[in-house]
């Protein structure tokens, strides 16, 4: 039987010192750490060097919304609950004195979702929804961790053609997202982890979130809503 103390090891290499075992408290609280020195340098090198695209991000989600658009949000897997978190999020504002805004989450009709898979194929799945329900000017909002999930980038493709403004969430180097000329920004977490990916996302789109509502609060600015904004990102 293998020692517990070896598969500790190989699971956490760092729970060893000077070759002697460390007791398995002392172990596991080494871990905790670690994942979240590593959770900060994830999220600070992404600040470092990103930070300009979530507010071009930001300006066109307002833009959307200025001119009577709606949010859409897509994903698979645990990313589909990054896309129902940030829908309920504009459609139930925690902060008050921040309006309800129009979001639809599209990985919430299950029939939906299998029929189209089971009779078409899941590559459809988001793409049909953004047919039905995507008019001109809302703002089409993709999580993929790998950002090569293909249902999303059918949809996105499909969305740019009917006049859509399309945001990307991925990780690692962006996948076929971040080199899509359709998606029009795509925030890119680079690391390699899914948990510190996902975790990124989940701060994004609170502060995405936050600077919508700031900027659709501030009258001295109304954007034009129009592809300047979507592909440079003009400030005021």
Same mark, same amino acid.
């Given at each position: 039987?293998?020692?517990?103390?070896?598969?500790?090891?190989?699971?956490?290499? @760092?729970?060893?010192?000077?070759? &002697?075992?460390?007791?398995?408290?002392?172990?596991?609280?080494?871990?905790?750490?670690?994942?979240?020195?590593?959770?900060?340098?994830?999220?600070?090198? @992404?600040? &470092?060097?990103?930070?300009?695209?979530?507010?071009?991000?930001?300006?066109? /989600?307002?833009?959307? *919304?200025?001119?009577?658009?709606?949010?859409?949000?897509?994903? !698979?897997?645990?990313?589909?609950?990054?896309?129902?978190?940030?829908?309920?999020?504009?459609?139930?504002?925690?902060?008050?004195?921040?309006?309800?805004?129009? &979001?639809?989450?599209?990985?919430?009709?299950?029939?939906?979702?299998?029929?189209?898979?089971?009779?078409?194929?899941?590559?459809?799945?988001?793409?049909?929804?953004?047919?039905? !329900?995507?008019?001109?000017?809302?703002?089409?909002?993709? @999580?993929?961790?790998?950002?090569?999930?293909?249902?999303?980038?059918?949809? @996105?493709?499909?969305?740019?053609? #009917?006049?859509? *403004?399309? /945001?990307?969430?991925?990780?690692?180097?962006?996948?076929? #997202?971040?080199?899509?000329?359709?998606?029009?920004?795509?925030?890119?977490?680079?690391?390699?982890?899914?948990?510190?990916?996902?975790?990124?996302?989940?701060?994004? *789109?609170?502060?995405?979130?936050?600077?919508?509502?700031?900027?659709?609060?501030?009258?001295?600015?109304?954007?034009?809503?129009?592809?300047?904004?979507?592909? !440079?990102?003009?400030?005021?």
């Amino acid at each position: 039987m293998t020692d517990n103390k070896d598969i500790l090891g190989a699971l956490y290499p @760092f729970a060893t010192k000077g070759g &002697a075992p460390r007791d398995m408290t002392e172990a596991i609280a080494a871990a905790c750490r670690a994942k979240a020195e590593d959770h900060v340098e994830t999220v600070t090198a @992404f600040f &470092a060097d990103q930070n300009n695209q979530v507010a071009k991000a930001a300006e066109i /989600i307002a833009a959307s *919304y200025r001119a009577g658009g709606r949010l859409l949000a897509m994903g !698979n897997g645990g990313s589909s609950c990054d896309a129902s978190h940030l829908a309920v999020e504009f459609l139930h504002p925690v902060t008050a004195g921040r309006p309800a805004l129009p &979001a639809v989450n599209l990985t919430a009709d299950t029939a939906m979702l299998t029929a189209v898979g089971n009779d078409v194929g899941f590559e459809h799945v988001f793409l049909r929804q953004v047919i039905a !329900n995507g008019r001109k000017g809302d703002c089409l909002v993709g @999580f993929s961790t790998s950002g090569t999930s293909r249902n999303l980038l059918a949809a @996105f493709e499909k969305a740019k053609s #009917m006049g859509l *403004y399309t /945001i990307g969430f991925a990780g690692k180097d962006g996948g076929a #997202m971040a080199k899509s000329s359709e998606v029009d920004v795509c925030l890119t977490i680079g690391s390699d982890s899914i948990h510190r990916i996902q975790e990124t996302h989940l701060l994004i *789109y609170h502060i995405l979130w936050d600077l919508v509502h700031t900027l659709l609060a501030d009258n001295r600015w109304v954007p034009e809503v129009d592809e300047t904004i979507a592909k !440079n990102g003009d400030s005021p």
